[in-house]
């Protein structure tokens, strides 16, 4: 079946414009996840969604960023006033449920260049 | 905080030769395992996930667990060039997975 599908998959902007990063996670996958990965460093969570529950949104670096998850499904992680530290690949996972015995898959990624 | 450490490398073999990738981690209550492949400019790809001690083979692949000294391996045989990319252990910690920094894997033809 299709994987996790992210859009666009390259974004240039001005700094402090507003951008959003969508995420289609795979069929029946209950949990979506998003992470940043600056270039040549570790993947740094950022939230994830399980279900209807309330996100985990412990992993933000500042109230410029949010997410959320419409019908349990498609997510929207949108960026307010960019800045040039907000360069990165984005990456969206998502995976059957959360927590034991079940991994993340990802998607391709968005790669964003704030100017 | 939980953490999970890998040698950041890079960890350089020949053609042919076995590579071994280290992990430890520090919640002792971890249950599940990953190990990730990246290529340069590409997303992580899951190739191994092992939940019990011991050994669990894959092709060419080794996953190895220890969970009294809070360690997981990976060994890889008969390395060849493509398995050349970044390696990345992930632990299961409560949610969200917790990933290592990653070792870098060059094997040299």
């Known amino acids: 079946g299709a994987g996790v599908s992210q859009s666009p998959s390259n974004k240039v902007t001005e700094k402090g414009k507003d951008v959003e990063l969508r995420c289609d996670p795979i069929?029946?996958?209950?949990?979506l996840y998003w992470y940043r990965q600056s270039l040549g460093q570790g993947l740094e969570f950022l939230i994830y969604?399980?279900?209807?529950?309330?996100?985990?949104k412990s992993g933000l670096p500042s109230d410029r960023f949010s997410a959320e998850r419409t019908g349990g499904s498609v997510s929207t992680l949108t960026i307010q006033r960019t800045q040039q530290e907000d360069s990165a690949v984005y990456l969206c996972?998502?995976?059957?449920?959360?927590?034991?015995?079940?991994?993340?898959?990802f998607g391709n990624g968005t790669r964003l260049t704030v100017t | 905080q939980k953490e999970v450490e890998q040698n950041s490398g890079p960890l350089s073999v020949p053609e042919g030769a076995i590579a071994s990738l280290n992990c430890t981690y520090s919640?002792?209550?971890?249950?599940?395992f990953f190990w990730y492949r990246q290529y340069s400019g590409k997303s992580p790809e899951l190739i191994m996930s092992i939940y019990s001690n011991g050994d669990k083979e894959d092709g060419r692949f080794t996953a190895q667990l220890n969970k009294a000294s809070q360690y997981v391996s990976l060994l890889i045989r008969d390395s060849q060039p493509s398995d050349s990319a970044t390696y990345l252990c992930?632990?299961?910690?409560?949610?969200?997975?917790?990933f290592g920094k990653g070792t870098r894997l060059s094997v040299i033809a």
């Open positions: 992930a632990v299961e910690g409560n949610t969200p997975l917790v």
């Open positions: 996972a998502s995976s059957y449920t959360v927590g034991e015995y079940s991994p993340l898959h």
């Open positions: 969604f399980q279900g209807n529950s309330a996100p985990d």
């Open positions: 919640d002792r209550g971890s249950q599940s």
């Open positions: 069929s029946g996958h209950t949990a």
